[in-house]
Nanobody, 130 residues
């Protein structure tokens, strides 16, 4: 069992930065691929970024590539999402997800519905507005 708690959301002006954190419980954290997803009002939950259990490989949605960075610290059971150059269209509730397989995350990146991920956090709200 893995429990995930996101933090770090808030209100930021366009062009600003935020760093989201996702703290995980459970000693098996380091065996899970981790991902960040987001859901805007009236839209489906979409893939943002994912990282393999070792942190050796990262993947990004085209819409955030070059602006967002995902990382993890297995000693702290935490995954991060550094978001720079934020745009109004980045506004959403951001969710952290954990799954034993990076393939699950990548399937969502390629368009599959985000209902196959084993564990979800409750989300943190990011608002981008002047």
């Amino acid at each position: 069992q893995v429990q995930l708690v996101e933090s770090g959301g808030g209100l930021v002006q366009p062009g600003g930065s935020l760093r989201l954190s996702c703290a995980a419980s459970g000693r098996t954290f380091r065996s899970y691929a981790m991902g960040w997803f987001r859901q805007a009002p009236g839209k489906e939950r979409e893939f943002v970024a994912a990282i393999t259990w070792s942190g050796g490989n990262t993947y990004y949605a085209d819409s955030v590539k070059g602006r967002f960075t995902i990382s993890r610290d297995n000693a702290k059971n935490t995954v991060y999402l550094q978001m720079n150059s934020l745009k109004p269209e980045d506004a959403a509730v951001y969710y952290c997800g954990a799954d034993p397989s990076i393939a699950t995350m990548l399937a969502i990146m390629l368009g599959k519905a985000a209902d196959g991920v084993d564990y979800w956090g409750k989300g943190t709200l990011v608002t981008v507005s002047s």
